[in-house]
Every structure is written in structure tokens, then in C-alpha cells.
């Protein structure tokens, strides 16, 4: 299977950028992980969301879209699981 791209949108950016330089550090490796396997063992399909998976990574979520037919990895949000799902 062919890797898939992984893009940030400009909020996803915003809020990687506002991490901690150890958190974006285990959000990039996570995010490299996602880019070899879009659907890891852990992640988890969000209800009431058609399309969004999560991922974790320790207290830090990772939310994203998945596009099979283009080999692509939205990731919409990034940040601490007390404020992600707001």
C-alpha cells in the first residue's frame, strides 16, 4: 500500500504551532505513523462525524479526514483532550 499524504488545515497549523516543542514533537512522529497507516489500531471513528477519525497521543487528540480515493490525511485539529472536541 502506497503512503498516504498527510496536510494540515491552516487551523490544524495554528494549533501545532502553539504546542509545546515536546508535544509537536510526538504529534509530528504521530502524524508521520498516520502518513503509513491511516487507520492505525487505535484510532477511533467519532460519532455524529461522518467522515473524522481520532487519534491519540498521550492527552493530546488528533482529529482527521480521511480521502482514500486520493491517498490524502486531512488533519483538521490538533490539541489538548480537554479542548479538542469544542
Known sequence: MAASR???????ERQFARLSL????MIAAALVALARN???????KLAGAEDLWRIRVRQYRIIYQLLDDELLVVVVNIGDR????R
Do not use: G
Open 38 to 44: 491511516p487507520r492505525p489500531p487505535a484510532c477511533v
Open 6 to 12: 498527510v496536510v494540515l488545515t491552516p487551523a490544524a
Open 22 to 25: 515536546q508535544a509537536r514533537e
Open 82 to 85: 480537554n479542548e479538542v472536541y
